[in-house]
Structure formats: C-alpha cells, structure tokens
C-alpha cells in the first residue's frame, strides 16, 4: 500500500513544484535547470561510483564485509536514476544521495532493521548448476592442475615452446 501512495505521491509533488517554481522563474529556466541537474548529477554519479567500486575492491581485498560499500554502490546507482527523473523533488534527494555522510547514516539506519543471519566469504559451493563435486576443502596451498604424458619422440619432434626459448 505504501509503494502504491509513493507513486501517487511523488508525481503530484513533482507537479506542484513544477508549476511553482514555473511560476515563480518562468518556463525555460525551469527547464534549463531540469536539464542541468541532469548533467550534473549524471558527472557526480560516475565520480562517486568509481569511489564505490574503488571501496568494494578494497573490502574484497581485504576480506572485509563489503556489505556497506555494495549498500553505497546501491544508493549512487538509485540516486543516478533520480537525478535523470526530471523533477526537483527527485532532483533533491538524488542528491542527497551523493552525500557520503547521508549514505553512511542511511546505511546504518538500514542496519538497525535488517538482520543479517549468516555471512561466509571464499569458496564453498559449486561452480555451476549441474556440477556434483564437492566444494574445495583442500590446503589453500595446494594448487589442483590436470596433466598429461609426453612421451620423447614428442619432445624431439616439435619445435621448443616459446617459454624456453633465449
């Protein structure tokens, strides 16, 4: 029932702000910042999802819970989509959304209502649909290879590989 109200909602915000602010500045340079805004929220999302996606590596490289960077990747990605909904209302808090501070408070409120049951990292199931093997529970120094014999009529018949060449 709220989704349905905030779709109602949100339009007729939009409206009304639009033909206030219409009003108020006139016709084109209402537009002409609808247009701008675009812009440059279309600029300030690309340079606040590479932080994210720089953020999300690190948590990856780090073994570290990368939950809260694919939260913040979340809400630059939804507020992109604001940012390109013309409106001011939209326009507002998409980019809201682009404050790291507001994002981090968001998140953290988002964690108080989610409970997180369980949370593993690495390997553990399969590579595929299909696959019957077992997932890898071997030394993690082990590297697993296939191979096959050459005999020595081969070795003398063929050319060195590139790797041993001088």
Not at 11 to 39: D, K, N, R, W
Not at 44 to 67: N, T, Y
Not at 122 to 137: E, K, L, R
Request: glycine share 10%.
């Amino acid at each position: 029932m709220w989704l349905f109200a905030l779709f109602v909602a949100v339009p007729v915000i939009e409206i009304a702000l639009f033909i206030q602010v219409g009003g108020f500045i006139g016709l084109f340079p209402t537009l002409a910042i609808v247009v701008l805004t675009a812009f440059l929220g279309t600029y300030l999302v690309k340079q606040q999802g590479a932080i994210a996606m720089s953020q999300l590596r690190s948590s990856f490289g780090e073994l570290r819970d990368p939950s809260e960077p694919l939260a913040h990747g979340a809400m630059i990605l939804f507020s992109g989509a604001l940012l390109l909904t013309p409106g001011f209302f939209t326009d507002a808090v998409g980019f809201s959304l682009l404050v790291p501070a507001f994002r981090t408070r968001l998140f953290v409120e988002l964690q108080k209502r989610i409970k997180v049951q369980s949370f593993t990292m690495g390997g553990g199931g399969s590579a595929g649909f299909g696959d019957t093997q077992p997932s890898n529970t071997q030394d993690p120094n082990t590297i697993d290879g296939e191979w096959e014999p050459v005999s020595s009529n081969d070795i003398e018949n063929n050319d060195p590989s590139g790797w041993t060449r001088h």
